[in-house]
C-alpha cells in the first residue's frame, strides 16, 4: 500500500493534451494506457508520458501530489470533471515550487558551472530536463562524470554531500524534487 507522502513525477517528452474523452468514465493515472509507470517504491512513483502531437489521454485522475516534469516545449489543456476543458496553456516553464510532500529545485548550469557543495539529507529525485555532461564532486574531492540525457533521471535514497557542474560545452539543466 502507497502512503499519501508519494510525489508523482509526470515526465512530457512530446505535444500532448490533458482533456476528457466524452462519455468516458475517469481511469486511475496509472492505468491510463499512454503514461507508463518507469519507476514506484515506497517514496515516489515517476510516470512517463509521450503523446503525439493532436492526439489525446482518456480522462484520469491523480490520487497523490504530483509534479509535472516538462521535456518539450509544447501546450497543454486541462479539464476538472464536469468542467469545460481549459485553454492550451504553455507547459515549458522552470519548476521552482513547494508543496506538502516536496520541494523542487530548478539547476541551470552554464557550461563549466558548479554549484555550491550542498548536502541532501532526504530522499530524491533528479530529472534532466536537457542533455549535457553532469559532473557531482563529493567532499573528499573524488567526482563522478555522467553524460546525461533529457528525460534521464535517477532516485536516491541517502544522505548525499555534493556539488553539481556541467562539464559540458551546452547549458544544462535539471530538476530535483526532493521529498519531504
Known amino acids: 500500500m502507497m502512503t499519501a507522502k508519494i510525489c508523482s513525477a509526470l515526465l512530457f ?5 490533458f482533456a476528457a474523452q466524452e462519455a468516458s468514465a475517469p481511469v486511475p493515472v496509472e492505468n491510463e494506457p499512454l503514461h507508463h509507470v518507469v519507476l514506484k ?3 515516489v512513483v515517476v510516470i512517463h508520458l509521450t503523446l503525439p502531437p493532436g492526439e489525446r489521454t482518456l480522462y484520469h485522475t491523480h490520487t497523490h501530489d504530483r509534479v509535472a516534469i516538462p521535456l ?3 501546450s497543454i489543456t486541462q479539464q476538472v470533471l464536469n468542467e469545460k476543458e481549459s ?3 504553455p507547459s515549458a516553464a522552470a519548476v521552482a515550487a513547494e508543496n506538502p510532500s ?3 529545485y530548478n539547476w541551470v548550469l ?6 555550491a557543495m550542498h548536502t541532501h539529507v532526504r530522499p530524491y ?3 534532466a530536463t536537457t542533455g549535457f555532461t553532469l559532473k557531482m564532486t563529493a567532499p573528499d574531492a573524488q567526482a563522478l562524470t555522467h553524460d546525461v540525457k533529457r528525460g534521464d533521471f535517477h532516485w536516491v535514497d541517502a544522505k548525499v554531500t555534493h556539488t553539481l557542474a556541467n562539464a559540458g560545452t551546452a547549458e544544462g539543466q535539471i530538476v530535483e ?3 519531504k
Not at 13 to 17: I, K, V
Not at 110 to 115: N, V
Open 87 to 89: 485553454a492550451p496553456s
Open 125 to 127: 529525485l533528479i530529472v
Open 41 to 43: 517504491n515506497d517514496s
Open 72 to 74: 518539450s516545449t509544447t
Open 13 to 17: 517528452c512530446s505535444s500532448f493534451a
Open 177 to 179: 524534487v526532493e521529498l
Open 110 to 115: 552554464a557550461p563549466g558551472a558548479t554549484s
Open 102 to 104: 516536496s520541494r523542487i
